[in-house]
């Protein structure tokens, strides 16, 4: 297999795979691509992707595979449903999952995959849309050293911060830790907020002296101006974010670790989804806090 | 009342309280000294400071009185009690209490001062007993601006990053705030960890992973070294993190505020203090998960 370079297939074309796309194709990939949206793969084959008519027709007739999709059910549809992508699995195939789903879905899959002779790697990202149009994405890896490394410059297309974290699973694995301690560090951050302003300090002094000192967090570095503000356009969506934590219960029960904090605060977010907030920024968390208190960071009282 | 050179009195010369004083003699300071422990005071005064035979006698004889005592009845008795500081309290007497306390006791502590015709601030630090020897302390300063500008110099010659957050109390209200989100961010670094290594990732990608993104966090900066290897030496007491959250959550139940995080939180400090853990350093916060999913990140399968 002459890989100098490899043929692409890209299955996932959403706010995310859209713009992954362009950055192979950028790269000097061939890319052919499909989406149940039609529209999205005109979008790109007008920027110069050639079209396929489904997974399966892409997997056979590309090098390497690469998915983007919301959820594990997704991704199992995509890979091993009908018309699915494993039906072309040979030899010398390498697939990469880039969505983030179910690590146990995931190592399912890579199994699958290896047993028809094929390379699997789970590489979820973060970063957001935001970084899949800059080219910037963290991508965590699972699978595999021989595939990380054959991944590695379709990888570096997308992405700057490429970490191989283990074999098949533990790049969604550590997905999932990530976005645990993301959505706790939203709480703790939301509930000191709430407290101070409620007891009367201007909260923009509250945010000096928290990130002068151990308190001190990337998550309010970058999302004061939403929490301070009462703003919260996405940014990343509160239904995402359910979805990971959801994904981290499950690992957890799977594992047999005891997630008392995780499950509080998802049950946090369950609550915004229930508010109607579920396509707000996750930073939109400490929105419940300030209900339960009748007090806005923003703008003081709240009446009912 | 001149006061280019006020002499100052202080009152605590606990692990934090003997180096501030230090750099109050080092700045060139006039400082008489008082403890209950005769030793710490001797000490001193085998240095340069001068010694006071209660809180009352210091206060008597000094300009700006200086206390440095573990919680709030400590504070009440130093101020209020027989022979301390308030019976000595006249105008032009500035009172700055850096001890962390209940932010409603030092609201009614500085209503005492400001009765008696003096000036009263409280100025919690962050930083630890590193920071008050390095002299680079946080303080969080509560008062009126004319007393704040007075002790500017004062605090400085003590610490680093001098904040004014407000009216009386705000100073506490801060530190609560702060110490409330540092107790969050350990235990959600802790569900990380616990929940990504006992899936079988190792550790240290998972730190790598985090503090690159959206994710990091000065906790794990700071005290990755004790979660990883398992070792737990202060640092920061539990027994003092402890005592915070306690002052945290009479705030908010003063505020009208709900805190379910920090409240679950408390609970797992109080199981490490039901371990016999109270004086470890706060991070081993992440031992009560470990414990709960018989695994250690630094040595694996617990057996019991």
Same mark, same amino acid.
């Given at each position: 297999?002459?890989?100098? +370079?490899?043929?692409?297939?890209?299955?996932?074309?959403?706010?995310?795979?859209?713009?992954?796309?362009? &950055?192979l194709? +950028?790269?000097?990939?061939? @890319? *052919?691509v499909?989406?149940?949206?039609?529209?999205?793969?005109?979008?790109? @084959?007008?920027?110069? %992707?050639?079209?396929?008519?489904?997974?399966? /027709?892409?997997?056979?007739?590309?090098?390497?595979?690469?998915?983007?999709?919301?959820?594990?059910?997704?991704?199992?549809? !995509?890979?091993?449903?009908?018309?699915? %992508?494993?039906?072309?699995? +040979?030899p010398?195939?390498?697939?990469?999952?880039?969505?983030?789903?179910?690590?146990? !879905?995931?190592?399912?899959?890579?199994? +699958?995959? *290896?047993?028809?002779?094929?390379?699997?790697?789970?590489?979820?990202?973060?970063?957001?849309? #935001?970084? %899949?149009?800059?080219?910037?994405?963290?991508?965590?890896?699972?699978?595999?050293?021989?595939?990380?490394?054959?991944?590695?410059?379709?990888?570096?297309?997308?992405? #700057? *911060?490429?970490?191989?974290?283990g074999?098949?699973?533990?790049?969604?694995?550590? #997905?999932?830790c &990530?976005?645990?301690?993301?959505?706790?560090?939203?709480?703790?951050?939301?509930?000191?907020?709430v407290?101070?302003?409620?007891?009367?300090?201007?909260?923009?002094?509250?945010?000096? @002296?928290?990130? /002068?000192?151990?308190?001190?967090?990337?998550? $309010?570095?970058?999302?004061? *101006? &939403?929490?301070?503000?009462?703003?919260?356009?996405?940014?990343?969506?509160?239904?995402?974010?359910?979805?990971? $934590?959801?994904?981290?219960?499950?690992?957890?029960?799977?594992?047999?670790?005891?997630?008392?904090?995780? %499950?509080?605060?998802?049950?946090?977010?369950?609550?915004?989804?229930v508010?109607?907030?579920?396509?707000?920024?996750?930073?939109?968390?400490?929105?419940?806090?300030?209900?339960?208190?009748?007090?806005?960071?923003? &703008?003081?009282?709240?009446?009912?």
């Amino acid at each position: 297999m002459s890989e100098t +370079r490899p043929r692409i297939g890209f299955v996932g074309l959403g706010i995310m795979g859209r713009p992954m796309v362009r &950055n192979l194709m +950028r790269a000097g990939y061939d @890319v *052919t691509v499909h989406d149940v949206n039609r529209a999205a793969v005109d979008e790109l @084959v007008a920027e110069g %992707a050639h079209a396929g008519e489904s997974a399966r /027709g892409v997997a056979a007739a590309t090098d390497v595979f690469i998915s983007m999709v919301p959820d594990s059910p997704d991704a199992e549809a !995509v890979y091993g449903g009908p018309g699915g %992508a494993f039906e072309a699995a +040979r030899p010398g195939w390498l697939a990469i999952d880039m969505s983030s789903i179910s690590p146990t !879905v995931a190592r399912s899959l890579a199994e +699958r995959a *290896t047993a028809a002779g094929a390379q699997m790697l789970d590489a979820p990202v973060s970063g957001g849309d #935001k970084g %899949a149009i800059a080219g910037t994405l963290s991508i965590m890896v699972g699978g595999d050293a021989a595939a990380f490394e054959r991944a590695q410059p379709i990888l570096q297309a997308m992405g #700057k *911060t490429i970490v191989h974290c283990g074999g098949p699973g533990a790049g969604q694995v550590v #997905k999932v830790c &990530n976005q645990v301690v993301v959505a706790l560090v939203i709480q703790a951050v939301s509930e000191g907020l709430v407290l101070g302003a409620k007891a009367g300090v201007n909260p923009e002094r509250i945010v000096e @002296v928290l990130q /002068g000192g151990l308190a001190s967090t990337r998550v $309010l570095e970058m999302r004061q *101006t &939403n929490m301070l503000g009462g703003h919260f356009d996405p940014g990343f969506r509160v239904r995402l974010h359910l979805k990971d $934590l959801a994904n981290a219960l499950a690992l957890a029960r799977d594992a047999g670790v005891v997630l008392p904090a995780t %499950a509080l605060v998802e049950q946090q977010m369950e609550a915004l989804k229930v508010a109607g907030r579920a396509d707000l920024d996750h930073s939109s968390l400490i929105t419940i806090l300030e209900d339960l208190a009748h007090y806005s960071v923003a &703008n003081g009282a709240i009446e009912r």
